[in-house]
């Protein structure tokens, strides 16, 4: 049996979450000897750069035109390669292609990440996505859920069959797999190179509506013990755009701001060194930054929604709203307020959460659909 992967997520991605969950979990499928190929006749990914040339097919271009006629090429290629490998009868969807739908020859899997689309359509009218998802999840023959939540609002919203959806969650394993040596790891070498005098409370990740970045910078502004003496920093996501930056100036609190982005490695210096990360998201699918940070003996402090109990259970501090947040985060910072032993949570969380347990779970997919 050996299992192939379309295109999709590293024709459109350069790096982010969804590649690396692949990224993460080829690197197990190497170390199990488990066959499979990605089919990537032009990709932009660097994860999949750096994957052996024995694993996928096709040429890497750091940079390319994504207009209409350029999408389509790559579509047709990938399916054609895909349609003539007879020697493989599943595909691995890696991000709603709705191209595999004229590929009739081979049995579907597809990895749902969250319900972003479904559960926030009223902010970004998300109508035709959401339509085409459907068209898509009618052609799957067996659905991979990164969490309980997330299929339990999959299962509500698009009546699959239990049978077919499987829960694998992420892992957290590649954080500690890194730098163990960095210097940088050291709050004085850090701060020289990074330039940051302050202790810093840590951001991870984009900051769209849903994200819920907003309640952070009032509760940081609403409370003067904590913005005179700790900065924030947002690691990944965009940069700050125009309008951010506009507000940040009208709460006088631009210069306490700064933003990163990097590697792994340059994330791993950020939660080891962080007085604390905040998660204020309203809705996620799984909350991966969580399980790193847990793993890297970083404090957290996020909102209490229903995902985040399930990745994090005792593991954390939950705040309510924005005054519960302030105050939280006041008594964390300066009271040293924790749920239990930093380190405890870091091997219960590496236990838990690893990339060879999902990559197996994975293979068990796989081999129920052959059969």
């Known amino acids: 049996m050996k299992i192939l992967f379309n295109n999709a997520i590293f024709f459109s991605q350069k790096i982010g979450g969804v590649s690396r969950y692949f990224d993460s979990i080829f690197k197990k499928f190497i170390e199990l000897k488990f066959p499979f ?53 599943i595909i691995h969807d890696t991000y709603c292609s709705s191209s595999l739908l004229e590929i009739k020859n081979k049995k579907k899997v597809i990895t749902i990440y969250d319900l972003i689309h479904e559960k926030f359509n009223n902010y970004y009218n998300y109508k035709d996505i959401i339509q085409n998802k459907k068209k898509i999840f009618d052609n799957m023959d067996y659905f991979i859920c990164i969490s309980n939540k997330t299929k339990e609002d999959f299962l509500d919203l698009y009546k699959v069959p239990e049978y077919k959806v499987e829960v694998t969650h992420l ?113 996620e699918g799984f909350g991966l ?26 593991n954390a501090i939950y705040f309510e709203n924005e005054e519960d947040l302030k105050n939280k985060l006041e008594n964390i910072l300066y009271l040293s307020q924790n749920t239990k032993n930093l380190q405890q949570i870091k091997v219960d969380t590496i236990q838990k959460y690893s990339w060879m347990g999902t990559a197996k779970k994975t293979i068990k997919i796989y081999n129920l659909l052959q059969n």
């Open 289 to 314: 930054p969580l399980v790193e940070a847990m793993s890297l003996e970083c404090k957290l402090l996020i909102n209490d929604i229903q995902i985040f109990r399930e990745i994090c259970g005792n």
């Open 171 to 283: 892992g957290c394993d590649h954080m500690n797999q890194i730098n163990k040596n960095d210097t940088l790891l050291n709050i004085d070498n850090f701060k020289k190179k990074y330039e940051m005098e302050k202790p810093f409370i840590l951001y991870v990740g984009r900051r769209s509506k849903y994200k819920n970045f907003i309640s952070l910078m009032n509760s940081y502004y609403n409370c003067k013990k904590i913005n005179q003496n700790f900065d924030i920093v947002c690691f990944g996501g965009e940069e700050f755009s125009q309008e951010e930056i506009c507000d940040f100036k009208k709460l006088k609190i631009s210069k306490n701001l700064h933003y990163f982005s990097g590697s792994d490695s340059d994330l791993k210096q950020f939660y080891v060194n962080a007085s604390v990360m905040v998660a204020t998201s309203k809705y």
């Open 37 to 89: 190929k990605v089919i990537a006749p032009i990709y932009k990914n660097i994860y999949l750069r750096d994957l052996d040339n024995g694993f996928k097919q096709g040429l890497y271009f750091p940079k390319y035109p994504m207009h209409k006629q350029f999408v389509k090429l790559n579509e047709i290629l990938t399916n054609f390669i895909i349609s003539k490998d007879y020697k493989s009868h």
